[in-house]
């Protein structure tokens, strides 16, 4: 089925409480705003949330987790010098905190989206994040079992769309948006324009459409 | 510090810098050395800092930093950034620390304090994946205790995984085999052998 265009709460109202939401980005390149500040809205709550950074400042992720809507954190970095939502949230014992290295993070939802039951990784042996994990020596090299990440929802942001929900993205800002669109059972993109079907060169899409469900246009 | 490094990396490298001190290698890259810059968070060919009009909030590096593209630049995905690194394609990665062990052990993310929030973001998976890890530090914390280490005593990011450390006195080959002392600068070999409290090979040779 080619994505359905609507508003941004619209779209966001397929998210539910207790859900797993994806969201792209890296700081604010290629994060979805507008779709973050509709969820806040819609008011789904209990969530697991799932993206590089634990939120900026005092908008977007930050201003998510503000409102007490998250239970859980995955990300890779969650400490940043403006990071002071969620250390506060953190040190009151109010969030959960999975830190997951980042080529980790990005693999193990590249597993879910591609249908691998699990990997090995040789990233992070010997360290504390390796700890109770299944480890197995291949070809001499010790590799560590990573599990995939699957989301119930994705937020992401790609620059143009066409019709059906083909997308392609601008520079650094691509970043998480093509991995997490194949990893969610429902995947929203929010654009900053939609474009007719057949506008957009074959050759250069780097998320089919087959991946996106809604599309928002900001 | 920056400028040996520079020094030692092969023309036609494909080299990450990470945050903070490492940056300040690329000064120092000779403009025909045909090196190219990696950023962790998607792309190759990656320029120096935009200044003014050229600042895109979509074209920035790891440290989040606004940057410019050079002519051959590409753009990726983070699964394939990644990919990238742990497949072995890298030729160099070049980090700071808190502590390099004799055998080139990094502990570069977490100090192991109760109060801490963890936080690795890319180091793990860069420290694994490069052919060869670069570090940069100064060798001796603040209270004077050495950073290069027979064992290191904070938490691991990587294992066995450093080739050189580079210091503001002395430039040390880190491996199997142990510490050799590469270059010093302004120190003995028995002082630097006394400080560090452990044994060190001097090597004139590379």
């Not at chain 1, 699990?118 to 070809?139: C, H, M, N, Q, W």
Request: include cysteine; proline fraction near 5%.
């Amino acid at each position: 089925m080619t994505a359905l265009i609507m508003e941004a709460a619209e779209a966001v109202a397929a998210v539910k409480d207790g859900d797993t939401v994806l969201v792209g980005g890296f700081g604010m390149a290629g994060m979805p705003v507008e779709l973050i500040d509709a969820l806040i809205a819609h008011g789904a709550g209990d969530l697991t949330i799932v993206s590089n950074n634990a939120g900026n400042s005092d908008t977007g992720l930050a201003a998510l987790l503000a409102a007490g809507r998250v239970r859980k954190v995955v990300c890779s970095f969650p400490r940043q010098a403006d990071s002071w939502v969620f250390d506060g949230l953190y040190r009151a014992g109010k969030i959960e905190l999975e830190v997951v290295p980042q080529g980790n993070l990005a693999e193990r939802m590249r597993a879910a989206g591609a249908g691998i039951g699990a990997f090995y990784s040789p990233t992070g042996v010997g360290t504390p994040l390796a700890e109770g994990k299944e480890s197995r020596v291949i070809d001499g090299r010790e590799y560590v079992l990573e599990f995939p990440i699957r989301g119930d929802v994705a937020l992401i942001r790609a620059h143009v769309a066409d019709r059906m929900g083909n997308l392609v993205y601008r520079k650094t800002a691509r970043n998480f948006g093509p991995v997490m669109a194949t990893a969610a059972a429902v995947t929203i993109a929010q654009v900053s324009s939609i474009v007719d079907v057949g506008e957009l060169d074959p050759e250069v899409i780097v998320t089919p459409a087959i991946y996106v469900n809604r599309l928002v246009s900001v | 510090m920056a400028e040996i490094v520079a020094r030692d990396i092969p023309d036609g490298a494909y080299v990450n810098l990470g945050i903070g001190q490492p940056t300040m290698v690329a000064d120092y890259l000779r403009p025909d050395s045909g090196v190219v810059l990696h950023t962790e968070n998607g792309m190759l060919g990656m320029g120096r800092p935009a200044t003014g009009d050229e600042i895109d909030p979509d074209l920035t590096n790891a440290g989040k930093q606004p940057v410019t593209e050079l002519p051959g630049a590409s753009y990726f995905h983070h699964a394939d950034s990644f990919a990238m690194m742990r497949g072995g394609h890298l030729d160099v990665c070049i980090m700071g620390a808190f502590q390099v062990s004799a055998t080139g052990d990094l502990a570069n993310w977490s100090t192991g304090a109760p109060d801490a929030i963890p936080a690795v973001g890319g180091a793990m998976d860069l420290a694994i994946g490069a052919k060869q890890v670069f570090v940069m530090m100064s060798l001796f914390a603040k209270d004077g205790s050495p950073k290069l280490v027979p064992e290191c005593t904070y938490p691991l990011t990587g294992r066995a995984c450093v080739s050189r450390v580079y210091t503001d006195v002395a430039t040390f080959a880190v491996g199997a085999d142990g510490v050799r002392i590469v270059e010093t600068f302004g120190i003995s070999v028995d002082e630097l052998t006394t400080r560090l409290c452990m044994p060190l090979v001097s090597s004139p040779f590379t």
